[in-house]
């Protein structure tokens, strides 16, 4: 079971890097977490097409998460993929499947009349609530709500278990007391950084909204101290706000709370 990083960045549109959005990779098979920006070709570009990727997990609805579900979606059944894409994610998913179809309802009709089969536009829903386990493509995945993100009560963190690796991404936000006994001794663990100085002075020169944002986000003390409890190998991190911020910066503020191995999350990085 590896990791891949397909998407690093954060809701700006940036040439450096694509929507948030890793995948996991067990025997030949892919399957994503989370659909950022661009996360079709970000798929084929690490090598696996989109007809033959069936699954999604979902930790949360801020739309640069799922930005790039749609365009997944669609191409994935033009690309002629026969089974019906199965989505697991916190309660919203019900509802952002069902208007996302809608979405693409008067292209699926003008296909299908041509006669291209219908077979490929469903998609099965599983909601996840924090505790469930469930298995894709022969990992174990459990979910627990390991962060606290603003006013986004469905979230979830996720760990991924194969063959005695142990992968966690957490969620966006703080930790919750759940987070630590979840990463415990974990081979991996991504979690996403804010270094607040950098987002002063955006949004239009509106502070407020900077320290909603920056309110929303993971500390590097937290992420620190996270790694080091849970005795982490290593610590990546990822989906930096703001996504440009330097990666020097944010190892330096991390490396005051944890001293082993942290490693700058890029796109296409494969772990
Ligand atoms: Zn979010």
Known sequence: MKLVMLGTGA???????????????????????DAGRNVATQAVRAGFPVDQIDNIVFTHFHSDHYTGFGE???????MGAKEPLKVF??????????????????????????????????????????????????????????????????????KFHR?????????????TNQLLPFSKDADILVMHACVPELIQGRFGGNSETA????????????????????KVKKLVFSHVVPPLAPDARVIEGISEYFSGEIIAGKDQMVL
Not at 72 to 78: A, Q
């Open 89 to 158: 994610g916190p309660a919203p998913i019900v509802e952002i499947v069902k208007r996302m179809l809608l979405y693409y309802e008067y292209d699926i009709d003008l296909r299908v009349n041509e006669g291209k089969s219908r077979v490929g536009t469903q998609i099965d829903v599983e909601v996840v609530s924090s505790g469930d386990t469930f298995s894709v493509n022969n990992v174990e995945i459990s979910a627990v709500k390991g962060t606290n993100h603003g006013n986004v009560d469905d979230i979830l963190s996720y």
């Open 11 to 33: 809701p700006p549109p940036t040439v450096e890097k694509n929507g948030p959005s890793n995948g996991i990779i067990s025997g030949e098979k892919l399957f994503l977490i």
């Open 163 to 175: 063959n005695n690796k142990t992968i966690v991404i957490a969620s966006d936000g703080s930790p």
């Open 211 to 230: 320290r909603i944002v920056a309110s929303h986000h993971a500390t590097f003390k937290e992420i620190g101290e996270i790694a080091t409890n849970a």
């Open 72 to 78: 997944f979606f669609i191409s994935r059944w033009i």
